[in-house]
């Protein structure tokens, strides 16, 4: 009946073949005279997706996730990942080549400072760490009394045979109805902060930044429509964009080149070389920026000056078209999600259906629309167990059929032109436990304390994050991942700098979008997490407020599964709280809807109070 065309179920873990890989580098660092490699999972644009030839670590290690970094030395070899994958590192991991490490908690640099030998040479490409990511190890290596080397070429590249071709996904232009800003009038702004900063340059080396600065999306990498793209914008005169020119048709090509001088990829080096040169003052972000650019910068006489790339929070702040492209884009993906909600609770229960057939009919609901351009990642759809893996991406080996008892968690979004969305649903199949329900309703609660949070401007993500957390913590539990994320426009659905986490230290801003979704894992038994995109905006005038306040405005609509709620842990307020939401949900998508949908939806959301 469904078939999925933007995601596959093949198993990618290649974990059998790790050990004779694994040998080969060795005996490649060997023949170089280096004792270690360090191999993250990363592109030379620190890409959050990256293209499949630059899948270093899933092909060296079996490991699939989206974050993660191995260090190989000649008598052992460690993956580190973050707690989104711990169960997933031991099932794609050949554990006897391979040993876990929490990539938060025992991080790499520690690992090195512990681990690596005095006199040892520890290899990395610097076209695959940060220039903060890179000194970090060095000053590992430092305190091992070892050095860092800097490999020319990728050693793995000379073992990878069959190693897929660069992409060469077509560029295309993003309309301004949908983009709410010329290039022209971006360039001016961005101009401008190259001149506070004292520089002569700006170097934008964030695929992101490059499609957003110049109104351009690609198909370069899966799931986010970035070109795959690096640009020098001086203080004065025309940008450069350095992008694989085969991606460009007439007319596109014609439109950069009214903005821009459009290079080949292999001329950004050289043209980099040229600026240290010229002695030139580039400005470029550390924690984004490889670090192979700024030594071509400075090992050429140049200067370097770090600081963020200022394009970064101008992209998070969406500007009107922006944000009605979001509500747009939420209220047709709110129909499509509840299309699917009404499908799964009457075939679930028959016990026939698996994850994946639930993730292609999720998949097929949104290509309904008729506009979706993609996923915008692969869909999380966990069964009982399979729930708790925070990240988990079903296989055809690890599908799962949905039984009768059993908690279903599925997150996904989509990709369309006017935004991009992202929902986690959890729903229960047959009667819930009594645990079931009552830690749903914890998590519910800390999804609603966010959702209705008033808060000074100025106030940052990593403030607002107890608040999710909270009713958790009394019970003595709590969850392994952040509680939000940025999302973009038509980009990135994971997108900085702003983010509600432990970490999460800048500033909310009105017209960010972000997500809000806590969640609650129990290893071998279920997952539980509610997803709603969130916009901040400024709060309702409050008697007496010394500051300006701002607060959350709900995007994403879409019911909420009530079989799942234990009331009488809910307040009044949160009550009033998740009536209105569904109300709202009501209002909005049952004219959307045909009969027979709207029907169930209404009992779906039925008021709590009443």
Excluded at 85 to 103: C, G, K, M, N
Excluded at 278 to 285: F, K, P, T, W
Excluded at 506 to 520: D, H, Q
């Amino acid at each position: 009946m469904f078939e999925a065309r933007f995601q596959t179920f093949d198993d990618r873990s290649e974990k059998g073949a790790s050990a004779p890989r694994l040998a080969a580098l060795r005996a490649e660092l060997k023949r170089r005279g280096l004792d270690g490699f360090v191999v993250p999972r990363a592109d030379r644009y620190q890409n959050e997706y990256v293209p499949p030839c630059a899948e270093r670590l899933a092909w060296l290690t079996g490991f699939t996730g989206s974050a993660g970094l191995a260090i190989v030395l000649a008598d052992r070899a460690v993956i580190f990942v973050d707690g989104r994958y711990l169960v997933q590192v031991r099932d794609e991991v050949d554990a006897s080549s391979f040993t876990v490490e929490h990539l938060v908690d025992h991080p790499p640099a520690q690992w090195i400072e512990e681990n690596l030998p005095a006199g040892s040479k520890l290899g990395y490409s610097p076209w695959l760490h940060t220039v903060d990511g890179a000194e970090r190890l060095a000053k590992a290596c430092e305190a091992a009394k070892a050095t860092l080397v800097a490999a020319a070429d990728n050693p793995i590249d000379t073992g990878w045979t069959n190693r897929p071709a660069p992409p060469k996904g077509a560029v295309v232009l993003h309309d301004l109805r949908y983009a709410g800003e010329t290039a022209t009038d971006k360039l001016t702004r961005v101009r401008s902060e190259i001149e506070k900063a004292k520089a002569d340059s700006l170097i934008v080396s964030d695929p992101q930044s490059v499609s957003w600065l110049f109104n351009i999306r690609g198909q370069d990498v899966p799931h986010t429509p970035v070109v795959l793209a690096s640009a020098i914008v001086p203080k004065d005169g025309r940008p450069s964009v350095y992008v694989d020119g085969r991606k460009l048709d007439n007319e596109v090509r014609h439109r950069l080149e009214e903005l821009a001088d459009v290079r080949a990829i292999d001329e950004f080096e050289r043209d980099l070389a040229a600026l240290g040169k010229a002695q030139r003052a580039a400005r470029l972000d550390p924690g984004i920026c490889p670090e192979a650019v700024a030594k071509l910068i400075a090992d050429n006489g140049g200067k370097v000056l770090r600081g963020g790339d200022p394009i970064v929070p101008m992209k998070a702040i969406k500007n009107e078209a922006e944000i009605a492209g979001a509500k747009a884009a939420q209220l047709r993906d709110g129909v499509a999600v509840t299309r699917f909600l009404a499908w799964f609770d009457g075939e679930a229960p028959q016990g026939r259906l698996t994850e994946i057939d639930a993730v292609e009919a999720l998949e097929s609901f949104r290509r309904d629309t008729g506009v979706l351009k993609d996923v915008s990642f692969p869909t999380i759809a966990g069964a009982g167990p399979d729930g708790a893996i925070v990240h988990y991406r079903v296989s055809r080996s690890s599908n799962r059929r949905i039984a009768s008892g059993e908690l279903f968690l599925v997150d996904s979004g989509g990709q369309y032109e006017d935004g991009t969305t992202d929902i986690t649903r959890t729903l229960a199949v047959g009667i819930p436990t009594a645990d079931m329900r009552r830690n749903f309703t914890l998590v519910l609660k800390g999804h609603i304390a966010i959702a209705r949070a008033v808060f000074p401007d100025g106030t940052s993500g990593a403030q607002l994050d107890p608040l999710a957390r909270q009713f958790l913590w009394r019970e003595g539990l709590d969850f392994d991942h952040g509680t939000g994320h940025g999302v973009g426009s038509y980009l990135s659905v994971h997108e900085g700098p702003a983010r509600i986490s432990k970490l999460g230290n800048v500033a909310l801003k009105r017209g960010m979008i972000l997500s809000n979704e806590p969640g609650y894992y129990r290893t071998d038994a279920y997952g539980i997490r509610i997803e709603n995109l969130i916009l901040v905006t400024e709060a309702k005038p409050v008697a007496g407020a010394e500051k300006p306040l701002n607060a959350f405005e709900t995007l994403t609509l879409a019911p909420i599964d009530a079989r799942l709620i234990e009331p009488a842990l809910l307040t009044v307020e949160e009550i009033a709280w998740l009536d209105a939401y569904h109300a709202r949900v009501r209002e909005e998508i049952a004219p959307l809807l045909d009969a027979k949908v709207r029907e169930w939806l209404i009992a779906a959301t039925a008021p709590l109070a009443a």
